[in-house]
């Protein structure tokens, strides 16, 4: 079993910054890939961003620019630091990990943005 634990959300005004922390725990060999997933209300789930075990990332387009992702490998950690966050962030952020072939998902934690 795989637990994650996320961590860093809450209430920021548009313009301010968060960080947002996933460990990583239990029976764990090697992770290929962590990320981050958010849910807007009535919306799907879609991807923020990703970070594979070489370092390569991916992003989507609406968070280029403000949002990094970053991983820490001896602590199982991944990172997203994210900058200038506006009211269209507003979402549930779902850390995402994927083991050999397994994917996990944390719990999920509310960004919100609003004045």
């Known amino acids: 079993q795989v637990q994650l634990v996320e961590s860093g959300g809450g209430l920021v005004q548009p313009g301010g910054s968060l960080r947002l922390s996933c460990a990583a725990s239990?029976?764990?060999?090697?992770?290929?890939?962590m990320g981050w997933y958010r849910q807007a209300p009535g919306q799907q789930r879609e991807l923020v961003a990703t970070?594979?075990?070489?370092?390569?990332?991916k992003r989507a387009d609406s968070v280029k620019g403000r949002f990094t992702i970053s991983r820490d490998n001896a602590k199982n950690t991944v990172y997203l630091q994210m900058n200038s966050l506006k009211f269209e962030d507003t979402a549930v952020y779902y850390c995402?990990?994927?083991?050999?072939?397994?994917?996990?998902w944390g719990q999920g934690t509310q960004v919100t943005v609003s004045s």
């Open positions: 995402y990990v994927e083991i050999v072939t397994t994917s996990y």
């Open positions: 239990g029976n764990i060999f090697s992770i290929y890939l």
């Open positions: 970070i594979d075990n070489n370092g390569s990332t």
